[in-house]
């Protein structure tokens, strides 16, 4: 991959890692402020249904915060790997990633053979 293939990519990967930060920090401010009491009795919720859809919401966004937490770790694993000159490279077989491959998932760290193989044993015995 060229340097100026290598640049559009990291654009995409810092631009991605820019939204998703703040979709994080919008979603964790959210989610604190959905579990916090206020001193304004009126936005509680009074019947229990009411109380366990907050509660449903609340651990909805704190999933979604784990999930776009991953992915920015991931796209940080990416950003480093093009520092170090191994981007676009398979990290368990060192074959070229297909570049359609990192169009659709910049971040990508596995060829999509070795993505399938790892998530055939990482979820396969369960």
């Known amino acids: 991959m060229n340097k100026a293939e290598l640049a559009v990519f990291q654009t ?10 703040g979709d994080v920090d919008k ?12 001193s304004d009795l009126s936005t509680m919720p009074i ?4 109380i366990g859809s907050d509660n449903y919401e609340q651990e909805l966004t704190l999933n979604l915060i784990e999930g776009e ?4 770790h991931e796209i940080d694993l990416a950003l480093e790997r ?4 191994l981007y676009g490279f398979c990290e368990n077989c060192s074959k070229k990633i297909p ?6 998932i910049p971040y990508a760290l596995f060829c999509i053979k070795c993505k399938r193989e790892k998530e055939i044993s990482d979820f396969g015995g369960q």
């Open 47 to 50: 019947h229990m249904a009411d």
């Open 69 to 72: 937490n991953e992915e920015v």
């Open 99 to 104: 570049k359609s491959r990192l169009i659709a």
């Open 27 to 38: 979603m964790s401010d959210e989610a604190l402020t959905r579990g916090s009491s206020s």
């Open 12 to 21: 995409k990967l810092l631009e991605r890692r820019a939204a998703m930060v």
């Open 82 to 85: 093009i520092k170090k000159g």
